[in-house]
T-cell receptor, first 113, second 114 residues
Framework: GESVGLHLPTLSVQEGDNSIINCAYS??????FIWYKQESGKGPQFIIDIRSNMDKRQGQRVTVLLNKTVKHLSLQIAATQPGDSAVYFCAENISQAGTALIFGKGTTLSVSS | DTGVSQNPRHKITKRGQNVTFRCDPISEHNRLYWYRQTLGQGPEFLTYFQNEAQLEKSRLLSDRFSAERPKGSFSTLEIQRTEQGDSAMYLC????????????FGPGTRLTVL
């Protein structure tokens, strides 16, 4: 699988590999985090979310890990498929204060078969 | 389709013209948001409604921008005297206002100002 420790703007993997996309968030007061997938010409699509009282959450083929100590978030995609090719954004929010999502830098995932 | 819808999907206008976009949120979602996204960047927050009340506005929302949600359902975003720098994707999102409060996005309106 492909693993990166720091945010990279692009990630290229082979079909069937596991992908890991990293994100550093900015506000230590943020308590809600979301990963979105955005395909070309479309709006962001919700993938998975996690609250700050958790450090791991699993969905279908996706896992989100949260490390509050270093303000780091990662998205793991198992058995990556060509349909996973898109730009992935993490977003943070302070649920008790404001409602605006703050988006991180996107990562373009390219899956080749 | 019960998701967030936006119209038009694409708008091309000349500099100085006014444009208006519409967003229909997911049914019964009481929160509605507008974001702007430029090429290669993540969405940036513009403004937010709780029912018909506009509760938060970003500094990005200049005086030429106005948003309304008169009946607490659909919303409109108007840009007056458009400038080339207004060219972007305008995204609408809605959420239920519950503890989870996940924001679900529409397909966006792509604005091109010539």
């Amino acid at each position: 699988g492909e693993s990166v420790g720091l945010h990279l703007p692009t990630l290229s993997v082979q079909e069937g590999d596991n992908s890991i996309i990293n994100c550093a968030y900015s506000n230590s007061a943020s308590d809600y985090f979301i990963w979105y997938k955005q395909e070309s010409g479309k709006g962001p699509q919700f993938i998975i979310d996690i609250r700050s009282n958790m450090d791991k959450r699993q969905g279908q083929r996706v896992t989100v890990l949260l490390n509050k100590t270093v303000k780091h978030l990662s998205l793991q995609i198992a058995a990556t498929q060509p349909g996973d090719s898109a730009v992935y954004f993490c977003a943070e929010n302070i649920s008790q204060a404001g409602t605006a999502l703050i988006f991180g830098k996107g990562t373009t995932l390219s899956v080749s078969s | 389709d019960t998701g967030v819808s936006q119209n038009p999907r694409h708008k091309i206008t000349k500099r100085g013209q006014n444009v208006t976009f519409r967003c229909d949120p997911i049914s019964e979602h009481n929160r509605l948001y507008w974001y702007r996204q430029t090429l290669g960047q993540g969405p940036e927050f513009l403004t937010y409604f709780q029912n018909e009340a506009q509760l938060e506005k970003s500094r990005l929302l200049s005086d030429r921008f106005s948003a309304e949600r008169p009946k607490g359902s659909f919303s409109t975003l108007e840009i007056q005297r458009t400038e080339q720098g207004d060219s972007a994707m305008y995204l609408c999102a809605s959420s239920s206002g519950t503890a989870t409060d996940t924001q679900y996005f529409g397909p966006g309106t792509r604005l091109t100002v010539l």
